[in-house]
């Protein structure tokens, strides 16, 4: 064996999606997400595009989110069925959080690549950022609220109209025990096939 496979299994296994609302006031650290980011890189990429692009959001700059993603909230849907309990607590959430990252897809010009394969390669780079999270005791959660597609922000992240916003991604530390969870067994989704 190469290399600790017992080790990347248990980090696969136990990278937890937790509600930044259980996340401590533990701050998270540059040097932190710089690791995260860096890993992120490195996901597969067809034709090495690298068409991720991150968008890091701490300390001060989070005001600049508190500022516009409410706004954003509230300017994309319909007034029946604007949530003010949702308002208030994306509110809280940016308030609460040390550090978000958002997470796009930039369209390469020559457009040589699928567009549904630039997607995968960020959701591949989203999956490294995640589990280089779990390695520090961090979760990465990933949100994708509809507005997130919408024009106005791709104009906040100065994107042009063919990238794509695709997650915002709050990092922190749980408040309390590391989350379990479970999947369904190998034989549910495997066919195997040998003759
Ligand atoms: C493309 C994508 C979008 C997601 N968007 C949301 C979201 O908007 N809100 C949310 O609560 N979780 C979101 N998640 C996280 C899932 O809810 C989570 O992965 C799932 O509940 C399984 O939990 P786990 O990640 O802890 O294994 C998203 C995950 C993916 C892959």
């Known amino acids: 064996m190469k290399y600790n496979l017992s080790e990347i299994t248990d980090i696969i296994r136990n990278r937890r999606s937790i ?6 006031t533990r701050k998270v650290h540059r040097e932190q997400l710089e690791m995260m980011l860096q890993n ?3 996901a597969p ?9 991150f968008h890091v959001f701490m300390e001060d700059g ?6 516009f993603l409410p706004a954003l909230y509230q300017s994309e849907t319909p007034v029946d069925k604007f949530n003010a309990t949702k308002h208030e607590r994306l509110i809280s959430r940016l308030q609460h959080v040390s550090a978000i990252v958002i997470v796009s897809m930039k369209r390469d010009e020559t457009k040589k690549i ?9 959701a591949c780079a989203i999956q490294n950022m995640s589990l280089t999270a779990t390695a520090y005791g961090l979760s990465c959660f990933w949100s994708s609220p509809g507005y997130i597609y919408s024009a106005a922000m791709k104009d ?5 109209t063919e990238d794509l916003c695709l997650a915002i991604c709050y990092i922190g530390y749980p408040q309390e025990e590391w989350p379990k969870s479970h999947r369904k067994p190998l034989e549910y989704f495997t066919t195997w096939i040998t003759e």
Do not use: C, D, M, Y
């Not at 699928?114 to 960020?122: D, F, G, M, P, S």
């Open 45 to 53: 990429t067809h034709g090495l595009t690298q068409p991720w692009r």
């Open 40 to 42: 992120a890189s490195w």
């Open 156 to 160: 906040f992240l100065k994107l042009s």
């Open 62 to 67: 989070r005001n600049q989110l508190i500022e």
């Open 19 to 24: 509600s930044p609302e259980k996340f401590s």
């Open 114 to 122: 699928k567009e549904l394969e630039e997607h995968e390669a960020v």
